[in-house]
């Protein structure tokens, strides 16, 4: 079953703007991650933000974790053309070993 | 160079011919999981090891058999494929359990027909 849903499933933006996605989630996680995926091809790991955690950053990313909400958003910006890809959260859960990923976010930036 | 290796990358087979898709990593990972990728459902876990001769279900784990007999290797195996497994097949590997960061493989692109 999927735990991981994000929203939108799909965005289409200028480049330079702010991208936001966000990522919905069933149960007690330890962490949340999120991934790239360029069409096709196999997913990139962005960032990880444990569940003690409520924002961290890297470089353009910017990532907030509501455990109260169970609720992730990822940021992203100064968007670039070369953004353009899908973008995917993934949960593990407390105790648990199984990886689960949501339906991904398209993102299209255009030059 | 560290990576998650995939053969084969594109394959077109037929109903009920057995196959094997092997996955191999360098980077000594403990944890490894094969994941299914489907139009609009995303990736689903099928199978995940957490160290030799340890694996476990995913979420969708029927038609499908795996075998960790080394910490590199994790061939995923079809016995008999069926058209529902028509699938971009995703192998990825991490350093421990799977709370860590997860290497993916560039993924193998099965037909069957």
């Known amino acids: 079953s999927q735990q991981g849903e994000e929203d939108p499933q799909a965005l289409s933006i200028q480049e330079g703007e702010n991208a936001t996605m966000n990522c919905s989630y069933k149960t007690s996680i330890n962490n949340l991650q999120w991934y790239r995926q360029n069409s096709g091809r196999g997913l990139v790991h962005l960032i990880l933000?444990?569940?003690?955690?409520r924002e961290k950053h890297s470089g353009r990313l910017r990532v907030t974790l509501d455990t109260s909400k169970k609720s992730s958003s990822l940021l992203i910006t100064a968007s670039r053309a070369a953004d353009t890809a899908s973008y995917f959260c993934?949960?593990?859960?407390?105790?648990?070993?199984?990886?689960?990923f949501g339906a991904g976010t398209r993102l299209f930036v255009k030059a | 160079e560290a990576q998650v290796t995939q053969n084969p990358r594109y394959l077109i087979t037929v109903t009920g011919k057995k196959l094997t898709v092997t996955c191999s990593q360098n980077m000594n990972h403990e944890y490894m999981s094969w994941y299914r990728q489907d139009p609009g459902l995303g990736l689903r876990q099928i199978y995940y090891?957490?160290?030799?001769?340890?694996?476990d279900k995913g979420d969708v784990p029927e038609g499908y058999k795996v075998s960790r007999k080394e910490k590199r290797n994790f061939p995923l195996i079809l016995e008999s494929p069926s058209p529902n497994q028509t699938s971009l097949y995703f192998c990825a590997s991490s350093l421990r359990e799977a709370g860590g960061e997860q290497y993916f493989g560039p993924g193998t692109r099965l037909t069957v027909t």
């Open positions: 933000i444990r569940s003690n955690e």
């Open positions: 993934a949960t593990r859960n407390t105790g648990g070993f199984k990886t689960i």
């Open positions: 090891s957490m160290n030799v001769e340890v694996t």
